[in-house]
């Protein structure tokens, strides 16, 4: 079969690979759909999660599909269930520096359990709106790691798929004044269609005064503050920490989402003063069974979806998603 694979720093590959076998542990999934993560991107880049790999390895992580063989020691999974893949379930680290990777007809699980790396999913719910459980999965957690709850004021920066993420769940949450913060016109308008207060295009507009027209204002040691509660950081721009740390007031709440490459200098003095609280949020412990309650209960994501291409179009669907002005999340999907 073919599977995308990494060989190198901007090194990525549809190699032809054998189709995987089930161990007496395992599964093999048929993959429906997957979607292309920033973290792809990042290991192409690289040629490895952190460093680059000695050895190619497979591509994707966020993924739907159907059961298609199961090892004799596998309880409570069988053939033909239709399933979201938790890629870090059972102690797999799929797309992440070893052979299996979402991106390929066929993909293994191994040491399979139901509930850990394996998620029933009812027949009526898509693949493509089920391979979103994973990055959604990923804003849920930091979500919950924000503590955010009804009456907060939220700055949400970054609308792109897990920022989008964020905003849906706070919206559940009861949370109903959120700004959004973007360079990008058309992911601000996928934020307005699921329901943000205000969004801000800070090339087109001024940052502090558009948020303290919606927040309010105030003054903290002669340091100018917009009300706002909560702040998401979800761009990877050293800008925005510094931007946040400035514009917080006291007691304020900062939400570290986004993967910062390079170390990021803080004003520790101004965030001392705030007497702010920095939280870091990475992947999702505990989030799967919540995120896949919330896509059975009909929660709209389709303004999360940008472009759907099929795997035989990977080169183009890659190009997409590296290209944030074009695109929000992407999709490949694979024949029967």
């Known amino acids: 079969m073919k599977a995308v694979r990494v060989h190198g720093p901007g090194d990525v590959r549809l190699d032809e690979v054998e189709a995987p076998v089930a161990g007496e542990r395992d ?35 966020e993924l739907a599909g159907t059961v298609e063989t199961v090892g004799a020691a596998v309880q409570g999974i069988r053939p033909g ?3 979201i893949v938790n890629p870090m379930g059972d102690g797999n680290a799929i797309g992440a520096g070893v052979p299996e990777g979402a991106f390929a007809p066929r993909l293994l699980v191994r040491d399979a359990t139901l509930g850990g790396a394996i998620h029933r999913i009812p027949d009526d719910l898509s693949f493509d709106r089920a391979a979103l459980a994973e990055p959604l999965s990923v804003s849920l957690h930091a979500v919950n790691r924000s503590e955010a709850k009804p009456g907060d004021r939220v700055v949400l920066f970054g609308a792109g798929p897990i920022g989008l993420g964020i905003l849906i769940f706070l919206k559940q949450r009861g949370i109903t004044d959120i700004a959004v913060v973007d360079t990008t016109d058309h992911r601000l308008d996928r934020a307005r269609r699921l329901g943000a207060t205000l969004t801000v295009n800070p090339d087109r507009q001024d940052l502090r005064e558009a948020l303290g027209v919606a927040f309010g204002t105030g003054e903290l040691f002669g340091w100018p503050v917009v009300n706002a509660t909560h702040w998401f950081e979800v761009t990877g721009s050293a800008a925005v920490v510094d931007s946040i740390v400035a514009l917080a007031p006291f007691h304020a709440r900062m939400v570290l989402v986004a993967v910062h490459h390079d170390p990021v200098p803080v004003n520790f003095q101004m965030a001392l003063g705030k007497e702010m609280t920095i939280v870091t949020s990475m992947a999702y412990p505990d989030e799967f069974p919540d995120v896949i309650a919330a896509i059975e209960g009909g929660v709209d994501l389709s303004p999360m979806i940008s ?10 669907a890659f190009a997409t998603a590296q290209d944030r002005h074009a695109s929000a999340k992407v999709l490949v999907t694979f024949d029967d």
Do not use: M, N, Q, W
């Open 27 to 61: 599964v093999v999934v048929r993959v429906a759909a997957a979607g292309i993560c920033g973290s792809d991107v990042t290991y192409v880049r690289t040629g490895g999660v952190a460093a680059p790999a000695t050895e190619p390895f497979g591509l994707g992580h």
């Open 81 to 83: 269930d239709r399933v």
């Open 307 to 316: 472009h759907v291409l099929p795997f035989a179009d990977f080169e183009a």
